[in-house]
């Protein structure tokens, strides 16, 4: 079974891959290696290979919680925790080699250990809060927002709390701000109904604007406090909680364009995810971000491009 | 037989949808549950199928502890990977005895094509394929013939009376009453989390006009106003 699935699942990397245009497919590629490459450099280092372990640990985590599939694979497999592990010791391969071959191996064993209790102890999140009445300030129009908010109350509210009373400990704000970046990434996963699109009577251009300023305006709303705090208690270090949500900024910029700009009506599509996860690398390595920026903006005008066929007739 | 008692189940500490339930449901037969929105049916095939921890009670199987070994479980909505074929989903399931091929030319479905272009009601029938092939003895089925058109929809009646002959034991909910009083045994009402009646094959059309009535009576009064 953990085989059929594993395949099944190269297959569909595959296939998602060869769904996207030959230059994303250099990018990638190209992306890839860089990555490797960096992993593997970061983990000859005993310092950067703690760094490395949390990073992955990190992403592997978030992926666990925010897995679609979880409900498919509980339902229909008993061994699902073990079809978990088996998939993310498998993604977390060039890491591990990488980490085994560097002065800290013993840190590969810790990570079996966290991948292991990841997967028996931790249950995706599925249900939702609820909270309509607390999400009222929130303009209908930032519809992305309210319902991703609605979705994951709770744990970004717990993220942002601890964020606003440790933030005399320096790492305690900066890794808020992640995490809560990370979150809120999903929330532009999906495309919205042709009916949300033209409600706004809006023509591409304004429309996409409401867009882009709803999110400097939820983001500003939940990563100020944070960075004011954090220059409050180390105003010399000012410059790092800044590049974290700068990062973290310019991919949600960019998760928003990739959504517009192959925008169908009421659906996934598994080209935004491979585009998704191909930016999701300026969180392991942010040297790439000035690419992300020019990605960003070609993805503006393929969006304006692209929403014209469903709004052109409100210009 | 499944042996259901005292079973409750709560989200949280407040909200309780399924409230000291009683069910016993004989194999060899086909058991259908209605109820309104929110009655708790999802939650008691849930919890039946182990998605769903109950906070007291017990389920048994032929006297046992219900095992999810032993269940067949059709969701509402089924996830289905994106970027695989029908086939590829199928082989998911572990039956080599499964003649795919066979099955197929009952519900006609394009296997080799990717399920991202299927309709809602090929996903259906695949869904339903996929818990044909786990050929457990106990079939759970939320909403069935949802999106099913009518040709399969009488191919998954006559499935569904085949495998009973076979003794397993199946449970159905349905919106449609209808289909549950062609194909069902018995019908459980679900209401606030109890069974409130079951009822019998031979009582089933009285059951109907009386549940028919009931309803028309509720909104009648609404609807007066309204219109």
Redesign the interface.
């Known amino acids: 079974m953990t085989i059929v699935l594993l395949h099944l699942r190269i297959l569909q990397a595959r296939r998602t891959i060869s769904s996207v245009s030959w230059p994303y497919q250099l990018f990638l590629v190209a992306l890839l290696i860089l990555a490797i490459t960096g992993t593997v450099i970061k983990a000859s280092q005993p310092q950067g290979s703690i760094m490395l372990s949390f990073a992955f640990a990190g992403i592997i985590g978030s992926f666990h919680w925010f897995r679609p599939d979880y409900q498919f694979l509980r339902t229909y497999f008993i061994e699902y925790r073990w079809l978990c592990f088996a998939e993310y010791t498998v993604l977390s391969i060039p890491f591990l080699i990488a980490v085994l071959m560097s002065p800290n191996s013993y840190l590969a064993l810790c990570y079996l250990a966290f991948l292991l209790s990841l997967t028996y102890l931790i249950k995706p999140f599925r249900r939702t809060s609820g909270k309509t009445k607390s999400l009222s300030f929130i303009p209908n129009s930032f519809f992305e927002w309210k319902s991703g908010l609605r979705k994951y109350f709770y744990p970004m509210l717990t993220i942002w709390l601890l964020g606003m009373l440790f933030s005399f400990q320096m790492g305690v704000s900066i890794i808020s701000i992640f995490l809560l970046g990370l979150i809120s990434l999903g929330f532009y996963d999906n495309c919205e109904p042709l009916s949300i699109l033209s409600a706004s009577r809006l023509g591409q251009r304004a429309f996409l604007w409401t867009r882009i300023k709803g999110l400097l305006f939820a983001s500003s709303l939940m990563y100020l406090p944070l960075l004011l705090l954090f220059f409050v208690f180390h105003p010399v270090h000012w410059f790092i909680p800044s590049i974290i949500a700068l990062v973290v900024l310019s991919y949600q910029f960019y998760a928003l364009t990739i959504k517009y700009a192959f925008y169908e009506p009421n659906t996934k599509s598994s080209k935004n995810t491979v585009l998704l996860s191909l930016g999701a690398l300026v969180f392991v390595l942010p040297f790439i971000l000035p690419a992300i920026w020019v990605l960003t903006v070609r993805l503006y005008f393929k969006s304006i491009k692209k929403l014209s066929f469903y709004l052109n007739d409100y210009n | 037989m499944i042996t259901i008692n005292n079973l409750t189940v709560s989200?949280g500490s407040e909200k309780m949808v399924i409230n000291n339930l009683h069910l016993s449901l004989s194999s060899g037969q086909i058991h259908g549950l209605v109820g309104l929105n929110g009655a708790g049916k999802t939650s008691l095939l849930d919890a039946l199928?182990g998605?769903l921890r109950p906070t007291s009670g017990s389920m048994k199987y032929q006297e046992r502890p219900l095992n999810?070994?032993d269940i067949s479980?059709l969701?509402t909505e089924?996830?289905f990977?994106?970027?695989?074929t029908g086939r590829?989903y199928l082989?998911?399931?572990?039956n080599t005895d499964f003649q795919i091929e066979d099955w197929n030319e009952l519900f006609h479905l394009p296997l080799d094509q990717?399920i991202?272009g299927y309709s809602t009601g090929m996903k259906k029938k695949l869904a339903i394929l996929?818990v044909l092939k786990?050929d457990k003895p106990i079939l759970i089925l939320d909403e069935p013939f949802n999106g099913l058109d009518l040709e399969t929809g009488r191919t998954l009646h006559s499935i569904l009376s085949n495998l009973k002959s076979k003794q397993k034991t199946i449970l159905i909910t349905s919106h449609i009453l209808d289909s549950l009083i062609d194909l069902c045994d018995e019908i459980h009402y679900l209401e606030a989390g109890m069974i409130k009646i079951s009822i019998q094959k031979e009582n089933f059309e009285s059951f109907k006009e009386e549940l028919f009535e009931k309803m028309a009576q509720k909104t009648k009064g609404k609807l007066d106003m309204l219109l």
Request: charge should be negative; avoid cysteine; hydrophobic fraction near 25%.
């Open positions: 989200y199928h998605l999810k070994k479980f969701p089924n996830y990977y994106p970027s695989i590829e082989n998911l399931f572990p990717l991202d996929g786990e």
